[in-house]
């Protein structure tokens, strides 16, 4: 069984928050993390965005299917939006509000890439 990894697509005047992972394999990534056993992925997803960046967030709706990271992680993604605060940069090399039309799947994750083409195309 694959655990699953939730990250959140944070929308805020249309534009969108994304999180920078340091390393080779790096690159842009939305904020989040594992979901913990006992929760369900709105859960973890409140709790990691409060964790990391200090927000409370709204969950919405999924931004599609999930994507295999690996052999024991999967990926979901659910765009949210913020009910309180402003993004802190606790954990994070580097933070960055994006347009649709300015993101580029070649800079973000490999997982992450179809996530970030359902927000390029589905407004
Ligand atoms: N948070 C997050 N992780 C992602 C995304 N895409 C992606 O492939 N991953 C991968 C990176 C990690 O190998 C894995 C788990 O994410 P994580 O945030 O819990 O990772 P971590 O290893 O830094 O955390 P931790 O165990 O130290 O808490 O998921 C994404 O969009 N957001």
Redesign the pocket.
Known sequence: MQQI?V?VAVVRDGLVLAAY?PGPEGGW??????VEPGETDEQAAVREIREELDLEIKVGESLGPGED?SEA?R?H?YRAVIVAGDPVLREHSELRWFAPEELDESDW????RPFVRALRTRR
Do not use: M, Q, S, T
């Open positions: 990894v990250g992972r990534e939305f904020p989040g993390g594992k990271i992680f990926l993604v994750l490999v997982a992450d």
